[in-house]
């Protein structure tokens, strides 16, 4: 019997047992990291990240963290592993049957949470795995210059700001619209959203604030 179902044994009700025992096996069997298809659709889409060195840097921040991570389940899993040892020992050690038994309990205890952390980390590897492709796709982004940089960086703000403009304006305002897009351009633009879309809430407070006077 392994830890998770030795677990199942304060269940009284067989059937609930049971449903306990069959939820173990499809949890094992999950896959709770993200996919391939969520990472490209969901992560480093098109339209959050419309060109190819936007997808690059998020892919970047995103191995950034995972390597925390993994520096962090470094320490715990470690911890955990020492604190077996201590139980381990202190088992060999105590003479009173009780105690040994809580010290087993507890021994258990830290197994099942070190294999859940040691479950955790092959998710994160296995999500960074995706990124590093992405990262490893683009030689060319890995050692640019800061003006390079610079002008990358600029042209994915650009078609992000053209993929939600609405978005873009209501949060960032007409001084950075004209910026992304150019003066002429966002213009065009604001004519076609104020005729087919309305006026943003700022604009019809202005408004307001100009009837008022």
Request: proline share 0%; net charge neutral; charged share 50%.
């Given at each position: 019997m392994n830890k998770m179902n030795k677990a199942l044994t304060i269940i009284e009700n067989p059937e609930d047992k049971e449903m306990f025992q069959k939820v173990a096996e499809f949890l094992d069997k999950t896959n709770?990291?993200?996919t391939k298809i969520q990472i490209e659709n969901f992560v480093l889409n098109d339209i959050e990240f419309p060109t190819e060195y936007g997808k690059f840097v998020q892919a970047q921040a995103e191995l950034g963290l995972r390597f925390t991570q993994v520096v962090d389940y470094y320490y715990q899993i470690k911890e955990k592993e020492i604190q077996i040892k201590i139980k381990e020992r202190?088992?060999?050690k105590e003479t009173d049957e009780l105690?040994?038994?809580l010290l087993e309990l507890q021994?258990?205890?830290l197994e099942i949470q070190l294999l859940a952390l040691k479950k955790e980390l092959k998710r994160v590897c296995q999500e960074a795995r995706h990124f590093?492709?992405?990262y490893q796709k683009h030689p060319e982004f890995q050692n640019l210059t800061p003006e390079e940089a610079f002008k990358l960086e600029a042209e994915n703000w650009a078609k992000k700001t053209m993929n939600m403009p609405t978005v873009f304006e209501e949060r960032y305002g007409e001084s950075y619209m004209k910026k992304a897009l150019g003066?002429?351009?966002y213009k065009k633009y604001k004519e076609l959203r104020q005729?087919?879309?309305g006026l943003l809430p700022?604009?019809?407070f202005e408004i307001k604030q100009l009837k008022g006077k």
């Open positions: 709770t990291g993200m202190d088992q060999k105690k040994k038994e021994q258990e205890k590093f492709a992405v003066d002429e351009n005729k087919g879309f700022r604009e019809m």
